[in-house]
């Protein structure tokens, strides 16, 4: 399992097209020196290197395989707006391409549709279509020419690409129209037809794919993007009295920022003056705006709704927490899924295979296939070519990925790997820390029985465990000050090892601890104890309450169970998990809180190592196990478990030992996880099978295998077509995650409380 790593240094790729090129690159790179990790993102172009490694020796290697790249410089807000404006120059370039092209070929074959005429059989026809040849091949350089340098640059690098295939099928049926248009006397009657319009018809129409597929491609990203406008530009800083406004980038730790009403939190820090509502939804997928005060931390990216507020900075630039999800979503979106090997291994040899296809299926038309042989070994050569380019087969991964991973993100659930999210589609069993993870992780008051009245009773309670340092005693002086009740003057405390505590509460003797406590102080219980066993049969810690010797009540404390852990676990089963709660915590206050839940298999009294093992044990039975939780002591189970998912209010360990980290406290986002796990895998699959059944119907028709029944050969137009929209279906399905909702409605459920 993957940790947190230093971030990886950024490239900008040119050239690439296809999964055969991501292969190189990445193969490439890993022969150098200090490269850890090197990751190709094909849906952005871009280059993740990890490891201690000099820029410009990626560089050098990148050029080695035969593609461009240069160092990302700029900051990730300013690296998409520059990827944006280039995509959008790039778009429009395409369009323009493809109309010129397409401008030439659709003329032509009409042309050809009507009047049958696209032979050379005179001196006449021999100059006009030696016309067309020459304005054709200003076609095919100025709208097709990145096809032909690409395969120009493979070529010298021992290897093939897309462009190989498609600079190879048009240049090959320009090449023969010209010698038509040369040396007709060369060939028989029958086989001088030219085909210059396949070759335009299929540039342009390639080109127009790849637009489209371009424009559908920049939606995949929508989701940093929506992070990355998250990120202030400036910031206002209160230095010697006077509120300035600076670029965020000059923000330091320790400065004081004013953020008024309807603002963004620039940087992380702490809030030292004032009162708001903050919006935290973009971040944690909470709906409902956080009250916040003095003392209480900020996130930058989130939205100041009310109020006026100070706060102090503590992280700025890159190591806000906005900016390290961008850095995790970033890296994420250019994992591999374990599923994409067997893209990237076909991908591999398709090319070099497509074209032994290729030249084997024009051998046998041009000596056992009906006249005009050399037409029809022809067309069945550019046209096995154009069709089997593997872009669709490229894209059926990584385009899934990178929207899956943005939709996580939007709603709060950060995944570090593809794998993660592979493997979590598998799950079968879900281990579940109790405390923090199904209940809120700190003791409250939750029952107070009484003789008369109760507040009178918590008031006096907590003015005595207000000298008190226990954790339930902290919860004791919580409950009372949510009421708004005064704290009384204490006198003569004592704490009583084993028994609990006393003391003088304006003038009247106050005693709070267990049942021992009573006994020795010589006060009568009565039914009390009944009442506290009640309470402890819940899972809650009972203490008897006497003042001024005699029994005055009972007050309970327990960790109580998070408002939506019921809902949580029971999604969780209908999907087909098993639940396991491991905690530290006694067995009789787990059994409780797993008997409210509606969770049966609890293990108690659990040490760290412990919960490691049964995690160990489960996978050993078969089990595809994850783990949640929250806390230093869940961090082994976490690495250990197939996925760990951290609890996002949790400790930095247990984030880093993590797969997938949840920004709201909330079981219900393991089964957001899940569900967009299991979305983003059948995606996947729909894009890998719609690729491979392409391709193979694809090139067997282009072969002419249907010849015998139809009595025509696929027209090498067509097959340019299916192969640029091929690509345009595939990204086009991936974008269908985009509409993927979470069945769990965060805000119905939360009744506008969080």
Not at 117 to 127: A, I, L
Not at 297 to 318: F, H, I, M, R
Request: a negative charge; hydrophobic letters at 45%.
């Amino acid at each position: 399992m993957s940790q947190r790593v230093a971030s990886p240094q950024t490239f900008r790729l040119q050239g690439v097209s296809c999964a055969g090129c991501v292969k190189k690159i990445e193969s490439a790179l890993n022969e150098v020196a200090g490269v850890e990790e090197a990751r190709v993102n094909l849906g952005d172009k871009t280059l993740l290197v990890h490891g201690p490694v000099n820029s410009q020796a990626c560089i050098r290697a990148v050029e080695s395989a035969g593609y461009g790249a240069e160092v990302a410089q700029a900051s990730a807000r300013e690296l998409r707006e520059q990827q944006r404006e280039e995509e959008l120059s790039h778009y429009r370039h395409l369009l323009w391409r493809a109309g010129i092209a397409l401008g030439l070929g659709v003329p032509l074959m009409v042309w050809g549709l009507i009047t049958g005429e696209m032979g050379v059989h005179s001196s006449v026809q021999q100059f006009a279509w030696g016309t067309v040849g020459l304005v054709t091949l200003g076609v095919l350089m100025f709208c097709g020419g990145h096809f032909f340098s690409g395969a120009w640059r493979a070529l010298l690098h021992h290897s093939a690409t897309m462009d190989t295939l498609v600079a190879l099928g048009t240049g090959t049926a320009w090449l023969f129209s010209m010698l038509v248009v040369l040396l007709p006397q060369l060939l028989p009657e029958s086989a001088r037809h030219v085909y210059f319009e396949a070759s335009a018809m299929i540039i342009g129409l390639i080109n127009l794919g790849q637009a489209l597929e371009v424009r559908a491609r920049g939606k995949t990203s929508a989701a940093v993007e929506k992070l990355l406008e998250l990120q202030d530009t400036s910031a206002r800083v209160i230095r010697s009295g006077e509120e300035v406004d600076i670029p965020i980038a000059q923000v330091q730790v320790g400065d004081r920022l004013r953020v008024r009403p309807g603002e963004k939190i620039p940087v992380d820090g702490r809030v030292v003056a004032g009162e708001s509502l903050v919006d935290e939804s973009m971040l944690t997928g909470e709906p409902v705006p956080v009250s916040k005060a003095a003392g209480d931390s900020l996130s930058a990216g989130t939205l100041n709704k009310n109020g006026s507020l100070v706060l102090s900075a503590e992280k700025v630039g890159a190591e806000t927490r906005l900016s390290q999800i961008i850095e995790m979503v970033k890296n994420a979106q250019s994992s591999r899924v374990p599923i994409a090997r067997l893209a990237d291994t076909i991908s591999a040899i398709f090319v070099p295979t497509v074209m032994v296809i290729a030249v084997a299926a024009a051998l046998i038309w041009y000596n056992v296939g009906p006249d005009p042989k050399v037409a029809h070994m022809l067309v069945v050569l550019t046209s096995v070519l154009i069709i089997a380019c593997p872009c669709a087969l490229g894209l059926a991964t990584p385009m899934s990925v990178m929207v899956g991973v943005g939709k996580g993100a939007e709603n709060g659930v950060l995944v570090r790997n593809g794998k993660a999210l592979q493997q979590a589609t598998d799950l079968d069993t879900l281990v579940v820390d109790k405390t923090g993870t199904l209940t809120e992780g700190a003791p409250k008051v939750t029952d107070i029985e009484s003789e008369g009245d109760g507040d009178a009773l918590l008031q006096q309670l907590a003015s005595l465990e207000s000298r008190s340092e226990h954790p339930l005693a902290e919860a004791i002086v919580a409950a009372a000050k949510e009421k708004n009740l005064p704290l009384g003057e204490v006198n003569n405390f004592e704490a009583i090892t084993a028994h609990g505590v006393s003391g003088e509460v304006d003038g009247k003797k106050v005693l709070l601890g267990n049942r021992k406590l009573m006994q020795r102080e010589g006060i009568e219980t009565g039914q009390w104890p009944e009442k506290a066993e009640a309470l402890a049969a819940q899972g809650r810690t009972a203490m008897y309450a006497a003042v001024d010797g005699a029994m005055a009540g009972v007050i309970a404390v327990a960790d109580p169970v998070r408002h939506d852990a019921q809902a949580a676990v029971k999604r969780l089963q209908e999907l087909g998990l098993r639940i396991e709660m491991l905690t530290g915590d006694n067995k009789a206050t787990a059994e409780a809180v797993a008997k409210q839940l509606g969770i049966e298999h609890v293990h108690a009294d659990l040490l760290p190592e412990d919960k490691e093992k049964i995690v160990a044990d489960l996978q050993k039975g078969g089990a595809k196990v994850g783990m949640a939780g929250d806390g230093i002591n869940d961090a082994p189970a976490l690495a250990r478990a197939d996925v760990g998912f951290a609890i996002g209010a949790g400790t930095d360990v247990a984030i880093e030992s993590a797969d997938v980290t949840l920004m709201r406290s909330s079981l219900h986002g393991v089964a957001d996880a899940v569900e967009l796990s299991r979305a983003t895998l059948r995606n996947i699959k729909q894009n890998l099978f719609g690729a491979f059944i392409y391709n193979t119907l694809g090139i067997p028709i282009a072969a002419g295998l249907l010849y015998p029944i139809t009595g025509t050969l696929l027209s090498p137009v067509i097959a340019g077509a299916a192969m640029a929209f091929s690509s345009v279906t595939v990204v086009s399905n991936a974008n269908r995650l985009r509409l993927f909702k979470p069945s769990h409605d965060l805000a119905k459920s939360t009744g506008g409380d969080a």
